[in-house]
């Protein structure tokens, strides 16, 4: 195999979106994960380095979910004589609920299926994403990996089997606010009640039909309305500092809705002008700073593209 390098990006990723829990997502433009790789006479996946992740995250092929996933998707490919070295840069928080293993499984699928010649499709890659969410967290779900590998709005329609929807991608800015607290996904699954009121689950399956069709009509104020979450918020958000006060500035300065980023603690909001965005979400950070909480911001259109070549 002729000597051959790429270097690719992969985005962030909001995934439950407030009422859709483990089957809606969208990727944002910022923040992401870069990822280098090269070919090598030497079969195998080898991590040169990894930068940006304050040495937490381990270079042994097997227990990485970038090099695990490429791992996998060799080994379905009857590829095993190819080689590929590889050095990941976390351009983005890690533990913090915006889809940081998904990004770096997709940078890792996306640049070697590059470098072998596109022998699958991306949605033939999301089963592999899906393996390497599974070793980061223990649950195999998509509404990460799916919005990373795909870009827009997804919708998990179903896991068994996978079916993956892609849906209208709406002109809106997404605030992102990372508060510096602990809360693991594994964690935060386990706080959640597994049986839910039929009442409950009236209101939040009208919340998500409702929402799927605001992105079809371009209706966002509809879309707002459905970005409630009786089942999964009223738990979670304890975990996170000030979520309530946060929540509610957010909606009374433009916000069209406010919630956690898949298992938190980093919270979203959704508006339809970016100064109402970047008001509110400074506003947010001064707030915990001023309860002792640092945080990090990100403001971003809804990414559109997936992983892309640099
Ligand atoms: N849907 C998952 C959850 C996403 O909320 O646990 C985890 O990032």
Redesign the pocket.
């Known amino acids: 195999m002729k000597k051959e390098s790429i270097k690719v990006f992969a985005p962030a990723t909001v995934?439950?979106v407030v009422c859709g829990?483990?089957i809606l997502g969208f990727a944002v433009n910022e923040p992401g994960d870069e990822l280098w790789m090269e070919t090598s006479d030497k079969p195998g996946v080898r991590i040169l380095s990894i930068n940006g992740d304050e040495g937490k995250l381990s270079l042994d092929p097997q227990k990485n979910t970038v090099s695990a996933s490429v791992i996998s998707l060799l080994k379905h490919l009857g590829r095993e004589d190819v080689g590929f070295e590889l050095k990941l840069t976390k351009k983005m928080p890690m533990g913090s609920?915006l889809?940081s293993s998904s990004a770096s499984a997709v940078a890792g699928l996306f640049a070697a299926n590059e470098l072998l010649g596109k022998p699958l499709t991306k949605l033939e890659l999301l089963p592999f994403a899906m393996e390497g969410e599974a070793l980061a967290?223990g649950?195999g779900?998509a509404?990460?990996v799916a919005p990373a590998l795909f870009g827009g709005f997804t919708l998990i329609k179903s896991y068994e089997p996978l079916e993956v929807i892609a849906l209208p991608v709406p002109k809106l800015f997404c605030a992102l606010l990372y508060p510096h607290v602990d809360v693991p996904?594994r964690d935060?699954?386990q706080i959640i009640r597994s049986k839910v009121l039929l009442k409950d689950a009236v209101t939040q399956w009208g919340n998500i039909a409702g929402l799927v069709s605001s992105l079809y009509t371009h209706d966002y104020d509809l879309l707002g309305r459905c970005l409630k979450d009786v089942i999964?918020e009223p738990i979670r958000s304890i975990l996170i500092p000030e979520f309530d006060h946060m929540k509610t500035y957010a909606m009374e300065n433009g916000a069209l809705g406010f919630g956690i980023s898949?298992?938190g603690p980093t919270v979203f909001s959704l508006y339809r002008s970016p100064d109402d965005a970047q008001k509110v979400i400074t506003n947010l950070q001064k707030m915990l700073a001023d309860k002792g909480v640092k945080s990090n911001i990100y403001l971003s259109e809804i990414n559109e593209t997936g992983p892309v070549v640099l």
């Open positions: 995934a439950n829990f483990d609920g889809g967290c649950h779900h509404d990460n996904t935060a699954r999964v898949g298992s």
